[in-house]
């Protein structure tokens, strides 16, 4: 058995691959072990979502607790109103609109999300905010944020700011974190609050909706380090809460009250 039995049920947004191994002719969902591990370490129950429309993002948030936006290819330029830019990767526009649209039905209902590195950028965009398409002709930062260590330590140092939930979570202040992108969050969207910066260019770490019962993201991985499954536990614990009121919400619209 792994993890408590009756820990809520958190959706792990997924890529669409052509594996290799299946000899690239059938396109495979596929989600990294250590999202899998992070969420059941938590309490949770990891679910797989494979990529869909927009109206199964709101059937599959009827049936979850939380949703966990995993990391992964560049968002289609497209989705915040630009042209691509020619530093632009890898892009899927069905994962786009799909998480897109579980972040809006996410904020509406109160559900639990948390994004992770392409993830909080998915987070902004959704809600109206846009990303540079690439650090490094888009603006003067002189920090790398595309770290080339080879283990998947902590990188470069970010200021998390004081009164907000991250720093609630984590700590105010300044800390390491690891570092995997070529792209950040640049106006944030509305309602967002912006709760860490990277110290040297400025450039935004994390956000959050201070309104929301836990709606935050991180440009980093956390999951790839040791010391911050505070930050799992968090948002596990906020999905269990949510899973409560719920089915409390049920029980009393079955009995007429
Ligand atoms: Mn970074």
Redesign the pocket.
């Known amino acids: 058995m792994i993890g408590d039995m009756n820990g809520p049920v958190i959706g792990l947004t997924s890529r669409t691959l052509a594996l290799e191994a299946a000899r690239k002719t059938r396109p495979t969902e596929t989600v990294s072990r250590s999202y899998v591990e992070a969420i059941e370490g938590a309490g949770g129950l990891a679910v797989l979502l494979p990529n869909a429309g927009p109206a199964e993002a709101e059937r599959y948030l009827d049936l979850l607790d939380g949703i966990l936006l995993t990391g992964g290819d560049d968002p289609h330029p497209r989705v915040f109103g630009e042209e691509p830019h020619p530093r632009i990767e890898l892009v899927d526009e069905r994962r786009d609109g799909f998480e897109i649209a579980l972040v809006r039905g996410a904020r509406e209902r109160g559900t639990p999300i948390l994004g992770l590195c392409r993830g909080v950028q998915m987070l902004n965009i959704a809600c109206g905010g846009d990303i540079y398409q690439d650090i490094a002709s888009q603006t003067d930062s002189k920090l790398q ?1 595309a770290q080339r260590r080879l283990d998947d330590g902590p990188w ?1 140092e970010i200021e998390i700011r004081g009164g907000t939930r991250l720093a609630r979570i984590l700590g105010a202040g300044r800390r390491r ?1 690891n ?1 995997f ?1 070529h792209q950040a969050c640049r106006r944030p969207g509305e309602g967002l609050e912006i709760t860490a910066v ?1 110290a040297g260019d400025g450039l935004t ?1 994390a956000l959050e909706d201070p309104r929301h019962p836990f709606l935050l993201g991180v ?2 991985h956390p999951e790839l380090a040791p010391d911050e499954k505070k930050l799992f536990e968090a948002f596990v614990e906020a999905a269990g809460e949510q899973a409560r009121t719920a089915s409390k919400e049920t029980r009393s619209g079955r009995s007429g009250r």
Do not use: F, K
Request: glycine share 0%.
């Open positions: 944020h470069h974190v570092s992108h990277a770490e440009q980093w």
